[in-house]
């Protein structure tokens, strides 16, 4: 039987990611190349998006990311060095630092999280408690709650429901991180719901399309395969949740019961990371990637695979993307150094 690869469609970069990288490509592209201060054409607060290699290369090219402001120096400011702020957006203190200093920031922050900033802002506005549904210590839930820490409350787990507590005058409305799943937060909403039967659901539902799609198309890809490898970092939290989804759905067709290497979903950063011995025995391999992976990261785990034998690849297309979003108005405004 001819060993083959199950490759996932859709898989790697969304609209977001696209623009935030994109977004800083621009600005080193633009750079004045005559400059003779020691200053670099772009500062990064934090990783622009949560994959090692795009930052990696980004770096190569000139931008140097910082994880606080801080670590900027006064000169950037005076000298109209762009800063940009990364994909998982931030909280009003850190743009009231960046204000306070003259930076000139470029704000990379993904449209579908800034929905979920503005939305915080409403409904704090109309008298609301926020119970928010994300991952602590997260860049982006760093950044909502932040927009208003008394009034929005960070849950991770179902379990963490009995934690809450409110009146039943109290106005409640749920939010979520945006990489989060619908499978991943049923549970706790069940549970939000039952102990607080008032709460209002969001009127359009946070969860990005591409986590949903993703999730979608290596579902179906686990079911044709004996094992799944997923490209993406290990503090990307889509990329994580990609493979808990695609060994969920190995599970349910070994019925949880591992045969060798077969029944096993894995994450790497890139091909170095592959190990042999989880094909033992392998007759088809699925494959995905997480919403921050550039494809050739996903290339090189093909051509590796394809030097053990898998030489037959179908894909699984569950969905066209078609989603697009423009620079941020910042660029789009003028040019910059």
Same mark, same amino acid.
């Given at each position: 039987?001819?060993? $083959?690869?199950?490759?996932?469609?859709p898989?790697?970069?969304?609209?977001?990611?696209?623009?935030?990288?994109l977004?800083?490509?621009?600005?080193?592209k633009?750079?004045?190349?005559?400059?003779? %201060?020691?200053?670099?054409?772009?500062?990064?607060?934090?990783?622009? #998006?949560?994959? +090692?290699? &795009?930052? *990696?290369?980004l /770096?190569?090219?000139?931008? &140097?990311f910082?994880?606080?402001?801080?670590e900027?120096?006064?000169?950037?400011a005076?000298a109209?060095?762009?800063?940009?702020f990364?994909?998982h957006g931030?909280?009003?203190?850190? +743009?009231?630092?960046?204000?306070?200093?003259?930076?000139?920031?470029?704000?990379?922050?993904?449209p579908l999280? /800034?929905k979920?900033? $503005? *939305? #915080?802002?409403r409904?704090?506005? =109309?008298?609301?408690e926020?119970?928010?549904?994300?991952?602590?210590?997260? %860049?982006?839930?760093?950044?909502?709650?932040?927009?208003?820490?008394?009034h929005?409350?960070?849950?991770?787990?179902e379990s963490?429901?009995d934690?809450?507590?409110?009146?039943?005058?109290?106005?409640?409305v749920?939010l979520?991180q945006t990489?989060? /799943?619908?499978d991943?937060?049923?549970?706790t909403?069940?549970?939000? +719901?039952?102990?607080?039967?008032?709460l209002?659901?969001?009127?359009?539902s946070?969860?990005?399309?591409?986590?949903s799609?993703?999730?979608?198309?290596?579902k179906?890809?686990?079911e044709?395969? %004996?094992?799944?490898?997923?490209?993406?970092?290990?503090n990307?939290?889509?990329?994580?949740?990609?493979?808990e @989804?695609?060994? *969920?759905?190995l599970n349910?067709?070994?019925?949880? #019961?591992?045969?060798g290497a077969?029944g !096993?979903?894995? $994450?790497?950063?890139?091909?170095? =990371?592959?190990?042999?011995?989880?094909?033992?025995?392998?007759?088809s391999?699925?494959?995905?990637?997480?919403a921050?992976?550039? %494809?050739?990261? @996903?290339s090189? @785990?093909?051509?590796?695979l394809? /030097?053990?034998?898998f030489n037959d @690849?179908?894909?699984?297309e569950?969905?066209?993307?078609?989603?697009?979003f423009?620079l941020?108005? =910042?660029?789009? !405004?003028?040019?910059? $150094?």
């Amino acid at each position: 039987m001819t060993k $083959r690869i199950v490759l996932a469609d859709p898989r790697g970069f969304c609209a977001g990611v696209d623009r935030a990288i994109l977004t800083v490509q621009t600005i080193l592209k633009a750079a004045n190349p005559s400059r003779t %201060d020691d200053l670099p054409p772009v500062y990064v607060r934090r990783q622009i #998006v949560h994959n +090692k290699h &795009v930052v *990696e290369e980004l /770096s190569a090219q000139g931008a &140097v990311f910082v994880q606080e402001l801080a670590e900027i120096p006064d000169s950037a400011a005076s000298a109209g060095i762009p800063i940009v702020f990364s994909a998982h957006g931030v909280s009003p203190a850190v +743009k009231a630092e960046a204000a306070a200093r003259g930076m000139h920031v470029v704000d990379a922050t993904c449209p579908l999280v /800034s929905k979920v900033h $503005r *939305e #915080v802002l409403r409904f704090v506005k =109309e008298g609301y408690e926020i119970i928010y549904i994300g991952h602590k210590g997260h %860049d982006e839930a760093v950044g909502v709650v932040g927009e208003s820490p008394e009034h929005v409350h960070l849950i991770e787990h179902e379990s963490d429901v009995d934690s809450l507590d409110f009146s039943s005058d109290t106005k409640l409305v749920l939010l979520s991180q945006t990489t989060l /799943s619908v499978d991943e937060t049923a549970g706790t909403i069940a549970a939000l +719901k039952e102990r607080f039967p008032w709460l209002e659901m969001p009127p359009n539902s946070d969860i990005c399309y591409a986590t949903s799609n993703r999730q979608a198309a290596v579902k179906l890809v686990a079911e044709q395969s %004996d094992c799944v490898v997923i490209v993406g970092s290990a503090n990307s939290s889509n990329s994580v949740r990609l493979m808990e @989804v695609a060994q *969920e759905g190995l599970n349910t067709r070994f019925g949880g #019961v591992l045969d060798g290497a077969c029944g !096993k979903a894995h $994450r790497v950063d890139d091909a170095s =990371e592959l190990d042999p011995a989880w094909f033992d025995g392998v007759e088809s391999v699925g494959i995905s990637s997480g919403a921050s992976v550039p %494809d050739e990261l @996903v290339s090189g @785990v093909i051509e590796s695979l394809q /030097s053990q034998g898998f030489n037959d @690849v179908a894909t699984i297309e569950t969905i066209k993307e078609n989603m697009h979003f423009v620079l941020p108005s =910042e660029l789009r !405004k003028k040019p910059v $150094r």
